[in-house]
Nanobody
Framework: QVQLVESGGGLVQPGGSLRLSCAAS????????MGWYRQALGKQRELVAT???????NYADSVKGRFTISRDNAKNTMYLQMNSLKPEDTTVYFC????????????????WGEGTLVTVSS
C-alpha cells in the first residue's frame, strides 16, 4: 500500500510564495519520476513540473522562472517552491509519483495524492 500526502497549500497574496510538500509512504521499493499537476474546476489536469530520480526537471511554460521542483530521495518527499504567485495559479495542486512497491519491484505504477488547494488573492 502506497500513500501520497500533499501539504503546504493555503491563501497567499499576489506576488507571495508558498512551498508545497508531497510525502510518499508505504511499501516502497523505488520512486521514479515525481511531479506536480494542477486542475481548475471544469478544466483538464495540467502538468506543472516533474523531476526524475536523478534530479532532471521539466516545467510548464506558465511557471518557468517562478516555481522550483525538488525532492529528497532519502525522505521520499518532493517539494514545489512557488514564488511570484499570480491569481491564475489558484487551483488544486496534485502530486503524482511513479512507484514500484516491495511486492512488485519490477512493476511501476502511478500514484496520486488527494490534492491541496492554493488560493492567490488579495
Amino acid at each position: 500500500q502506497v500513500q501520497l500526502v500533499e501539504s503546504g497549500g493555503g491563501l497567499v497574496q499576489p506576488g507571495g510564495s508558498l512551498r508545497l510538500s508531497c510525502a510518499a509512504s508505504g511499501t516502497i521499493f523505488k520512486i521514479n519520476t515525481m511531479g506536480w499537476y494542477r486542475q481548475a474546476l471544469g478544466k483538464q489536469r495540467e502538468l506543472v513540473a516533474t523531476i526524475t530520480s536523478g534530479g532532471s526537471t521539466n516545467y510548464a511554460d506558465s511557471v518557468k522562472g517562478r516555481f522550483t521542483i525538488s525532492r529528497d530521495n532519502a525522505k521520499n518527499t518532493m517539494y514545489l517552491q512557488m514564488n511570484s504567485l499570480k491569481p491564475e495559479d489558484t487551483t488544486v495542486y496534485f502530486c503524482k509519483s511513479d512507484i514500484a512497491t516491495l511486492l512488485e519491484p519490477v512493476r511501476v505504477m502511478a500514484y496520486w495524492g488527494e490534492g491541496t488547494l492554493v488560493t492567490v488573492s488579495s
